[in-house]
């Protein structure tokens, strides 16, 4: 009995290590990995809460190094259906030591229509993708899910 043990003890240890690494990587991977480099910007976070028949899209962005934020410019959600939607709320975040901002935080009020298809961000001169799969997703009213990746 010994003998039987040990080779099931390194499967289970590899399959062990084998779905610890696979959880790594789900958990570190970026949002998107081509992020355009023209927004000066990158989705750090995203999330997304049912309100009756509407969404709460909450993102949270930092700055890539070496680039400042133009304020004078608008950030808009461009959706599927040719909507353009302004941020229902912003935050801005610096650390202290630089005039520009490290951090911005948007919230976004969606109705079913513009959740159904892609999301785009227009930030400075570039875009970030959102959301890139078509379909709504399933949430109960006041459930809230936090999106790993562009593909939801």
């Given at each position: ?25 789900m958990?570190?991977?970026?949002f ?85 298809g ?35």
């Amino acid at each position: 009995m010994p003998s039987l043990m040990r080779p099931l003890t390194r499967i289970l240890t590899a399959l062990l290590i084998a779905s610890m690494a696979f959880a790594a990587w789900m958990w570190c991977r970026p949002f998107d990995f081509s992020h355009d480099p023209a927004a000066r910007f990158h989705i750090d976070r995203a999330a997304l809460r049912r309100d009756h028949a509407f969404f709460w899209l909450d993102l949270h962005l930092l700055r890539n190094k070496g680039c400042l934020h133009d304020l004078s410019k608008p950030i808009r959600l461009a959706t599927s259906v040719g909507r353009s939607i302004e941020p229902a709320d912003v935050t801005l975040v610096s650390s202290g030591e630089a005039k520009d901002c490290d951090e911005i935080s948007l919230r976004f009020w969606l109705r079913d229509d513009d959740a159904n298809g892609m999301l785009d961000l227009q930030i400075n001169d570039g875009k970030l993708r959102v959301k890139s799969n078509p379909g709504i997703p399933a949430l109960p009213d006041g459930a809230e899910r936090t999106l790993p990746t562009h593909r939801w």
